[in-house]
């Protein structure tokens, strides 16, 4: 399209929703149950959804993050069922929750000095840390590799149901592999109903983008994904710490260090094209693609900030919020992928003219790693 475009093929990467359809072939339909929270401590759905997480199923249910799909995480069968539902590669390895900081030492081992400061100040909270794990752990759990992912989530229904379940629950995303993440149990319901025991509706998250996960096994602490708390706030707590991600899918590659970088990402079923740049010059770029696109016939939906939604107020679109309040793209951007989705776009155009610093970074991250087109204005 344009020579300033770095376009990337969907086709060359690993496609999870591709391996979605092949699972549905196998994975024995189920009647999803929906439960309902009111209130939380002693709540009986919350009961019952913990007595399915203790005898090997899957229960869905809201993080502040994003909704995860849990299972115990020491029972090997139970695992495997996420990877089932999700039709998620067996080499890409789970977040294990846990519902203190005790029950982390239960799964790691030589925990590093740096890795308790981080659980005293983040947890419960969106930090995911990566150590060595015991024996216990499983390698359906870790895809084989001799460290865990752990994190205390900071959601009190997400805490009871561990609590209440007496098992640190392996829990991914909640969606199809290779689907935008859900951020509302319809969400869920919209990739995984049939394929999954149970999900606790807790309404939307907070968040709305996953953790940030930080692998604690090396000398300088390293950074494998970006998300809401930043590498300066981990800094203040801790000293150094690397950056050990990009933007890029790694598809061909053996060697990363965290197995999810090769996997397409986050990506709706519609086409999806990031324009980058100030708001002037995204929102020209924007304007002659409308015309363009409208041209050739395509239905086009747009995810745009508050500033530019007043520019396309005719056109289908979804708010990323305020382009100097990025924690309002962070909670909107896989809300707004899915709702345009379901409203049958062709293509998405994304106004990347937001603010990049703080969970700005995290966004960007997940739109880079969706997008089929990066157009830089
Ligand atoms: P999800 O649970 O879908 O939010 O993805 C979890 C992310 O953490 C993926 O990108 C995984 O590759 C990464 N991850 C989980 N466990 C490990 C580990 N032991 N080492 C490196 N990365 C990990
Ligand atoms: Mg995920």
Same mark, same amino acid.
């Given at each position: 399209?344009?020579?300033?475009?770095?376009?990337?093929?969907?086709?060359?990467?690993?496609?999870?929703?591709?391996?979605?359809? *092949?699972?549905?072939?196998?994975?024995?339909?189920?009647?999803?149950?929906?439960?309902?929270?009111?209130?939380?401590?002693?709540?009986?759905?919350?009961?019952?959804?913990?007595?399915?997480?203790?005898?090997?199923?899957?229960?869905? /249910?809201?993080?502040?993050?994003?909704?995860?799909?849990?299972?115990?995480?020491?029972?090997?069968?139970?695992?495997?069922?996420?990877?089932?539902?999700?039709?998620?590669?067996?080499?890409?390895?789970?977040?294990?929750?846990?519902?203190?900081?005790?029950?982390?030492?239960?799964?790691?081992?030589?925990?590093?000095?740096?890795?308790?400061?981080?659980?005293?100040? /983040?947890?419960?909270?969106?930090?995911?840390? *990566?150590?060595?794990?015991?024996?216990?752990?499983?390698?359906?759990?870790?895809?084989?590799?001799?460290?865990?992912?752990?994190?205390?989530?900071?959601?009190?229904?997400?805490?009871?149901?561990?609590?209440?379940?007496?098992?640190?629950?392996?829990?991914?995303?909640?969606?199809?592999?290779?689907?935008?993440?859900?951020?509302?149990?319809?969400?869920?319901?919209?990739?995984?109903?049939?394929?999954?025991?149970?999900?606790?509706?807790?309404?939307?998250?907070?968040?709305?983008?996953?953790?940030?996960?930080?692998?604690?096994?090396?000398?300088?602490?390293?950074?494998?994904?970006?998300?809401?708390?930043?590498?300066?706030?981990?800094?203040?707590?801790?000293?150094?710490?690397?950056?050990?991600?990009?933007?890029?899918?790694?598809?061909?590659?053996?060697?990363?260090?965290?197995?999810?970088?090769?996997?397409?990402?986050?990506?709706?079923?519609?086409?999806?094209?990031?324009?980058?740049?100030?708001?002037?010059?995204?929102?020209?770029?924007?304007?002659?693609?409308?015309?363009?696109?409208?041209?050739?016939?395509?239905?086009?939906?747009?995810?745009?900030?508050?500033?530019?939604?007043?520019?396309?107020?005719?056109?289908?679109?979804?708010?990323?919020?305020?382009?100097?309040?990025?924690?309002?793209?962070?909670?909107?951007?896989?809300?707004?992928?899915?709702?345009?989705?379901?409203?049958?776009?062709?293509?998405?155009?994304?106004?990347?003219?937001?603010?990049?610093?703080?969970?700005?970074?995290?966004?960007?991250?997940?739109?880079?790693?969706?997008?089929?087109?990066?157009?830089?204005?």
């Amino acid at each position: 399209m344009h020579e300033s475009a770095v376009c990337r093929e969907r086709a060359s990467a690993y496609s999870g929703v591709q391996l979605g359809f *092949i699972y549905e072939k196998t994975v024995m339909k189920k009647d999803t149950r929906i439960f309902r929270t009111g209130g939380i401590i002693g709540n009986e759905q919350i009961i019952e959804a913990a007595r399915i997480l203790r005898e090997g199923g899957t229960v869905a /249910f809201p993080t502040e993050t994003v909704y995860g799909l849990g299972a115990d995480a020491l029972n090997e069968k139970a695992v495997s069922r996420i990877f089932e539902a999700k039709g998620r590669p067996a080499d890409n390895p789970l977040i294990v929750h846990v519902d203190s900081k005790e029950r982390c030492m239960d799964l790691v081992r030589n925990v590093p000095e740096k890795a308790l400061l981080l659980m005293d100040e /983040f947890w419960p909270g969106p930090l995911t840390l *990566i150590m060595e794990r015991k024996p216990i752990v499983p390698d359906v759990t870790t895809g084989g590799l001799d460290t865990v992912a752990v994190r205390m989530p900071g959601n009190e229904i997400a805490l009871e149901l561990i609590r209440q379940s007496g098992k640190p629950i392996a829990a991914p995303s909640a969606n199809l592999s290779g689907r935008p993440s859900p951020t509302t149990a319809g969400h869920v319901l919209s990739d995984l109903s049939g394929r999954i025991d149970a999900v606790v509706d807790g309404g939307e998250v907070s968040i709305g983008l996953e953790s940030t996960v930080v692998d604690m096994t090396g000398d300088i602490p390293a950074i494998l994904r970006p998300g809401k708390i930043t590498k300066e706030e981990l800094e203040l707590c801790i000293g150094d710490v690397r950056i050990a991600y990009d933007d890029k899918v790694h598809p061909e590659s053996e060697t990363v260090r965290s197995p999810g970088m090769k996997y397409t990402h986050y990506s709706p079923d519609s086409i999806v094209i990031l324009v980058e740049g100030q708001h002037e010059s995204v929102i020209s770029r924007i304007k002659e693609m409308i015309v363009d696109f409208n041209h050739r016939g395509a239905n086009i939906g747009l995810l745009l900030t508050e500033e530019s939604k007043k520019v396309f107020p005719c056109e289908i679109s979804h708010s990323l919020g305020e382009k100097e309040k990025p924690e309002q793209a962070a909670k909107n951007l896989f809300f707004g992928l899915r709702y345009l989705d379901e409203k049958k776009a062709d293509i998405i155009i994304v106004d990347g003219s937001f603010d990049p610093d703080g969970i700005g970074q995290a966004v960007f991250n997940r739109l880079r790693k969706a997008a089929d087109m990066i157009i830089k204005v």
